[in-house]
């Protein structure tokens, strides 16, 4: 079992909280923000990460990895897989992104997170390293380049057997493609999302995130178009992959289940752990239901696919009538396609906003047209900036029966969630529940 650290005092969460800043800092040289500009040389960020992983004495080495990527459900198979070995009784270590409450959520072995305490030692030992990194050719690692660094020196303390990775953005050229020989590569499905970065067609997507395929390694996909999955076999033969099928029917959480029971079986978990890892599943800011009477839902949907399955789930809810508070992250590009679905299923609208680090809200203003274009004639939508203050109004108003619904980011669930529970609580428990 991970090591137990007594409960972090005041002074080591305000040490944590520096180290996250210091982190947060190298934000502007993201993936995301430089990928535009240095078009013609993508591979500079696997170069930049793997420069910098030899530098701090190749953590990555060693490890079994299964890499996870896809349009939606790679955080939720990610973790079934994880708990699964766990139950198995291996060490393991899991990294995801984005977190939702406080950063300690990307970095996981078995049943806890990292403590505040272990990561701000750890980048403190990183200082050094990113100051030499900055005299490089190569550069200073990005945020999430750095992140993926503390996970891995982290699992490597640990003594972790497994890895599972989830790829932050696209595949191809995202940091966690530095590995070298993952037993498993997955792609949940392929949907539009971050087409600014990985392409404006499924095709060019479904390269992009295909990237993470690698020799010798099983490849599984819930993809079911013929076109792509096309694409995915042509990758497996040209590098010498293990293409194959997995069960692909039912709902998006049927088909997440189905990828994540495959992977579980091929490296050897047995039928009884994977089901009682599967049953210890839960995630933050999925669909999580948080309050009831009324029933106040929290659910990170950022793109057409994950709100697609969020309006699914919203199907088998029983409820008099559905509130939506609704903010969208100023990276998304396609956020009237998000929103479709949704919007018309609303009794009341509330757009707020949200700010963390250089993530920021759209302008409620600029989604109002698009709100308006598909609601229902008698549905009201009006703007309350701060979103305490719009979940206060529903509250306010509704009924037991009713449901209270925040979606269209993971930051705004995850800001919201620190009203159930706050970040000092996930910070001394290691855990979101």
């Given at each position: 079992?991970?090591?137990?650290?007594?409960?972090?005092?005041?002074?080591?969460?305000?040490?944590?909280?520096?180290?996250?800043?210091?982190i947060e800092g190298f934000s502007n040289i993201?993936?995301?923000?430089?990928?535009?500009?240095?078009?013609?040389?993508?591979?500079?960020?696997?170069?930049?990460?793997?420069?910098?992983?030899?530098?701090?004495?190749?953590?990555?080495?060693?490890?079994?990895?299964?890499?996870?990527?896809?349009?939606?459900?790679?955080?939720?198979?990610?973790?079934?897989?994880?708990?699964?070995?766990?139950?198995?009784?291996?060490?393991?270590?899991?990294?995801?992104?984005?977190?939702?409450?406080?950063?300690?959520?990307?970095?996981?072995?078995?049943?806890?997170?990292?403590?505040?305490?272990?990561?701000?030692?750890?980048?403190?030992?990183?200082?050094?390293?990113?100051?030499?990194?900055?005299?490089?050719?190569?550069?200073?690692?990005?945020?999430?380049?750095?992140?993926?660094?503390?996970?891995?020196?982290?699992?490597?303390?640990?003594?972790?057997?497994?890895?599972?990775?989830?790829?932050?953005?696209?595949?191809?050229?995202?940091?966690?493609?530095?590995?070298?020989?993952?037993?498993?590569?997955?792609?949940?499905?392929?949907?539009?999302?971050?087409?600014?970065?990985?392409?404006?067609?499924?095709?060019?997507?479904?390269?992009?995130?295909?990237?993470?395929?690698?020799?010798?390694?099983?490849?599984?996909?819930?993809?079911?178009?013929?076109?792509l999955l096309t694409i995915f076999k042509s990758?497996?033969?040209?590098?010498?992959?293990?293409?194959?099928?997995?069960?692909?029917?039912?709902?998006?959480?049927?088909?997440?289940?189905?990828?994540?029971?495959?992977?579980?079986?091929?490296?050897?978990?047995?039928?009884?752990?994977?089901?009682?890892?599967?049953?210890?599943?839960?995630?933050?800011?999925?669909?999580?239901?948080?309050?009831?009477?009324?029933?106040?839902?929290?659910?990170?949907?950022?793109?057409?696919?994950?709100?697609?399955?969020?309006?699914?789930?919203?199907?088998?809810?029983?409820?008099?009538?559905?509130?939506?508070?609704?903010?969208?992250?100023?990276?998304?590009?396609?956020?009237?396609?998000?929103?479709?679905?949704?919007?018309?299923?609303?009794?009341?609208?509330?757009?707020?906003?949200?700010?963390?680090?250089?993530?920021?809200?759209?302008?409620?203003?600029?989604?109002?047209?698009?709100?308006?274009?598909?609601?229902?004639?008698?549905?009201?939508?009006?703007?309350?900036?701060?979103?305490?203050?719009?979940?206060?109004?529903?509250?306010?108003?509704?009924?037991?029966?009713?449901?209270?619904?925040?979606?269209?980011?993971?930051?705004?669930?995850?800001?919201?969630?620190?009203?159930?529970?706050?970040?000092?609580?996930?910070?001394?428990?290691?855990?979101?529940?």
């Open positions: 079992m991970p090591k137990k650290f007594p409960p972090p005092t005041k002074a080591e969460i305000l040490r944590f909280r520096e180290a996250l800043a210091f993201s993936f995301r923000k430089n990928y535009g500009r240095k078009k013609r040389n993508p591979e500079l960020f696997i170069r930049r990460t793997r420069r910098f992983l030899n530098l701090i004495g190749s953590p990555d080495k060693d490890f079994k990895f299964i890499h996870v990527t896809g349009t939606a459900g790679k955080g939720t198979v990610s973790t079934m897989v994880h708990n699964a070995l766990v139950s198995e009784g291996k060490r393991v270590g899991l990294f995801t992104s984005p977190y939702t409450t406080t950063a300690i959520e990307k970095i996981k072995v078995n049943n806890l997170y990292i403590s505040p305490v272990e990561f701000a030692q750890l980048v403190k030992n990183l200082i050094p390293f990113v100051a030499k990194a900055k005299r490089s050719p190569a550069g200073t690692p990005s945020t999430f380049e750095l992140f993926l660094a503390i996970a891995l020196l982290y699992f490597k303390k640990m003594k972790c057997e497994w890895v599972v990775l989830e790829a932050g953005l696209g595949g191809r050229y995202d940091a966690t493609n530095v590995i070298k020989s993952p037993r498993v590569t997955a792609i949940t499905n392929i949907d539009f999302d971050h087409t600014e970065i990985l392409g404006k067609t499924l095709r060019e997507i479904a390269t992009d995130k295909g990237g993470i395929i690698k020799k010798g390694s099983f490849f599984l996909t819930t993809e079911t178009r013929p076109r990758l497996c033969r040209f590098k010498g992959g293990k293409f194959m099928k997995v069960r692909n029917r039912g709902s998006y959480r049927d088909k997440n289940l189905s990828l994540a029971r495959k992977i579980a079986q091929i490296i050897g978990v047995s039928e009884r752990n994977i089901k009682q890892g599967f049953e210890q599943t839960i995630l933050p800011c999925r669909f999580e239901r948080v309050s009831q009477s009324p029933t106040v839902i929290l659910d990170g949907a950022h793109n057409r696919a994950k709100m697609r399955s969020a309006v699914t789930n919203l199907t088998e809810l029983k409820y008099k009538k559905l509130f939506v508070i609704l903010a969208i992250s100023n990276n998304n590009k396609d956020s009237k396609a998000i929103i479709k679905p949704l919007i018309p299923l609303a009794d009341e609208i509330v757009l707020t906003s949200f700010s963390r680090g250089d993530h920021n809200s759209i302008d409620s203003k600029d989604i109002l047209p698009k709100v308006k274009h598909f609601k229902r004639k008698e549905t009201r939508v009006s703007i309350i900036e701060d979103m305490n203050e719009a979940l206060n109004y529903f509250l306010a108003k509704s009924d037991p029966e009713d449901c209270v619904l925040v979606t269209g980011s993971f930051f705004l669930a995850g800001q919201m969630r620190k009203r159930w529970y706050p970040e000092d609580l996930v910070l001394k428990k290691r855990k979101s529940f």
